[in-house]
């Protein structure tokens, strides 16, 4: 039996992703899960980070959601390879679980023209090293600095990313990763939270470093995906079904996600 596409972020910074992958998209269904209750993950271990993040996945699997996006950086980083390659047997091979880091990665080569990339990223994803390691796969010689920008998420959650106390981290911020080389030309969010603050980031950047964001290219690299694996879309029911849990308080949600969603959200309480 079909079910819906399930779209997983710890927080709501996913919410950015799933509104273009609905833009794209908008004759599938889909059930929204934000682990908001237990955000944000950036700083946490990775034992921690990747038990939160398959509670999570295994609650949409068992709300028949066949296909499952990990719309948060952190979690991709550190949980995606073994949710795939530990759980996702035992249920049979119409499953897949995929993540919001090789989208990016897989084209980012096409986009740098210098061969020098920025991440700004969570701690966690920094720590990681998951897109050093993504885009030396896919690219050899392509350079990568990181910079891990702790306040960002924590500031964008409080609603206190437009306030002029948060110029002073995302300059801080930047002019650290700037100063790593001067070769830099394009620089990606990795964080799902993060276009909510481009502005400020645009301000300080200089203007000809491209800023990459993910929710685009995720949903392209979705569409793709489908189109290439039928086998995969088949189980995908497409009624234009829309669905948000929560592990907050869906009043303390629906009030923040219609800021990343960019359209009202009402909301339904699940414990994990």
Known sequence: MAGPIGIFDSGYGGLTVFRQIEALLPEYDYIY??????????????????????????HLIEWGCRLVIVACNTASAKA?????????????????????????????????????????????????NSYLIEIG?????????QQPCPMWVPLIEN??????????FVQKD????????????????????????????????????????QGELVARRLSDYLRRHPEIDKWCSKKGRRVFYTT????VFDEKAGLFYGNS???????V
Not at 33 to 58: K, L, M, Q
Not at 184 to 199: E, F, Q, S
Not at 248 to 251: D, F, N, R, Y
């Open 33 to 58: 899960f934000g682990d908001n209750a237990r955000a944000p993950y950036g700083g946490r271990s990775f034992e921690t980070i990747y038990r939160f993040t398959w509670e999570c996945v295994r």
């Open 80 to 128: 995606l390879r073994n949710i795939q390659q530990l759980h996702l047997p035992q249920y049979g091979p119409e499953h897949r679980v995929l993540g919001v880091i090789r989208p990016t990665t897989e084209i980012i080569g096409q986009i740098t023209r210098s061969g020098c990339i920025g991440i700004l990223a969570t701690p966690g994803t920094v720590q990681s």
């Open 137 to 145: 796969h896919f690219y050899p010689s392509v350079r990568v600095y």
């Open 159 to 168: 609603n206190e990313h437009l306030s002029e106390g948060a110029d002073y």
């Open 174 to 213: 930047i002019r650290a990763l700037l100063s790593q080389a001067d070769c830099i030309d394009t620089v990606v969010l990795g964080c799902t939270h993060y276009p909510l603050m481009l502005d400020k980031i645009r301000r300080y950047l200089p203007q000809h470093i491209q800023i990459v964001q």
């Open 248 to 251: 907050e308080t869906p009043g």
């Open 265 to 271: 959200v009402r909301s339904l309480h699940i414990d």
